[in-house]
């Protein structure tokens, strides 16, 4: 069965070498959008491009830029990207481990390291 397997603790990120692990819920209740902060309007972005983009690393939260009250942009520090995405992708590859543990898709131990060339 899937829930038997442990759940990962932490791995190495491939980008940047740093150890990255998923966060808990009081972490990302933490990083909830602050709307007073993280939203801002475009004509803002034109003006200071900068104070945004610090704001962005910082803060480690997007910035949704508006026009005309609506959502039309995200601005988020590269760190916070790359995170983000080696998250989703380890999770993609945990869900396709997972499916091809049940459709029965396995091998042994042994049969791997044989065919990996390893003892």
């Not at 070498?17 to 972005?45: C, H, W, Y």
């Not at 910035?63 to 992708?89: H, M, N, P, W």
């Not at 590859?93 to 091809?100: E, H, I, P, Q, W």
Request: hydrophobic fraction near 45%; aromatic fraction near 6%; glycine fraction near 8%.
């Amino acid at each position: 069965m899937c829930g038997d397997f442990p759940r990962p603790v932490a791995w190495k990120s491939l980008f940047t070498g740093a150890i990255v692990r998923p966060l808990n819920r009081s972490e990302i209740a933490m990083m909830g959008t602050k709307f007073s902060e993280d939203v801002v309007p475009l004509t803002d972005l034109k003006v200071n491009p900068g104070r945004v983009v610090k704001h962005a690393a910082e803060a480690h939260r997007p910035v949704l830029l508006t026009s005309r009250g609506r959502g039309v942009a995200v601005v988020q520090s590269i760190v916070d990207y790359e995170t983000a995405e080696e998250e989703r992708a380890f999770m993609r590859a945990v869900v396709a481990g997972l499916a091809d543990l049940d459709a029965g898709r396995e091998i042994s131990l042994s049969d791997a390291k044989r065919r990996l060339g390893l003892k």
